[in-house]
């Protein structure tokens, strides 16, 4: 299953890279916009195509009738609580129709959120911006092992390795003083894995995590391989800063973003597109 993950992240990240492409100029609140309205719209269409409309729209219908009901006969307690009876029978309907669309849209809504998280989540390091960099061993018996940390031109090496038994960590502080993408290679005894550092001012793709935990690490930190299992490092983290971003002038997370204006547009575009959600 790790391999079949890394291999859409292969397929995925380029696509997003190329989408991303036409507003790295600009602030990125542009490019989530256009990809939130887009997400929205897709989602909308495949919520219709993977449910019964007919028998949605029905129960829709059905409800609606029934909250006029009420309305009408509000003095007639009987009446209302029989009404109220039918839809609630009808709201849990429903909710059984769109149960199965609802768990086949999780999956692209999941793939898209990961490569959101990958460009949206945090920034590139600024010029002379320290960061902390920790890589993981698999067993602490790992840190008796002899451990460096080799960095390219342009990156700087601030602390010696601090060895964390308790948490099976080595941390380092780091600063770059070049911007770019540079390469990393941590050693722990014959194992070495490489890290890429991003480095600059513009937003873009920052890879947080680079693991070898499994199947979920991989799928959430899309952007570089995963680690081999046999090798003594299990994950190499570092903790770059937050992207800040601002919708309508108020500093918003970008997930929160995502959500919102997913939602406001399949909305606004669910009656162009025909479907009953």
Same mark, same amino acid.
């Given at each position: +299953? ?7 992240n ?23 916009? !256009? ?21 949605i ?5 059905? =409800? ?5 009901g ?12 029989s ?11 429903? +909710?059984?129709?769109?149960? @199965?669309?609802?768990?086949?849209? +999780? ?5 898209? /959120? ?7 989540? @945090? ?8 960061v ?14 002899? =451990? ?16 964390i ?10 600063? !770059? ?6 390469? &990393? ?16 001012t513009r ?10 935990? $499994? +199947?979920?690490?991989t ?12 090798l003594?490092?299990?994950a ?6 937050? &992207?800040? /971003?601002?919708? &309508? $002038?108020?500093?918003?997370?970008? &997930?929160? $973003? ?6 406001v ?13």
């Amino acid at each position: +299953m790790v391999a079949l993950v890394n291999l859409i992240n292969v397929v995925l990240t380029p696509i997003f890279d190329v989408i991303c492409w036409p507003f790295r100029a600009l602030a990125p609140v542009w490019a989530l916009t !256009v990809i939130s309205f887009a997400s929205g719209i897709f989602l909308v269409w495949l919520f219709g195509k993977t449910s019964d409309q007919d028998r949605i729209h029905e129960i829709r219908d059905r =409800i609606r009738g029934n909250l006029i009901g009420v309305r009408l006969f509000q003095h007639d307690i009987g009446v209302v609580l029989s009404l109220q009876g039918r839809i609630f029978g009808d709201t849990f309907r429903f +909710m059984r129709l769109a149960l @199965v669309p609802l768990v086949i849209m +999780m999956v692209p809504v999941v793939l898209i /959120m990961t490569q959101l998280n990958l460009r949206f989540a @945090v920034r590139p390091l600024e010029t002379g911006e320290p960061v902390l960099v920790k890589a993981l061993v698999r067993d602490a018996t790992a840190l008796d092992r002899p =451990i460096a940390l080799d960095v390219p031109d342009g990156v700087v090496i601030e602390t010696p390795p601090v060895k964390i038994r308790s948490t099976r960590e080595i941390a380092w502080r780091l600063r !770059v003083d070049r911007p770019g993408d540079h390469a &990393l290679v941590v050693r722990v005894g014959e194992d070495t894995i490489e890290k890429r550092i991003a480095g600059g001012t513009r937003w873009g793709s920052v890879v947080q995590l680079r693991s070898g935990r $499994g +199947m979920l690490d991989t799928l959430l930190y899309p952007g570089e391989p995963p680690i081999a299992t046999s090798l003594s490092i299990e994950a190499i983290e570092i903790a770059y800063p937050p &992207l800040e /971003m601002h919708l &309508l $002038g108020f500093s918003v997370d970008w &997930l929160i $973003g995502f959500f919102v204006l997913s939602m406001v547009c399949g909305f606004a575009f669910k009656g162009v597109l025909g479907v009953e959600v």
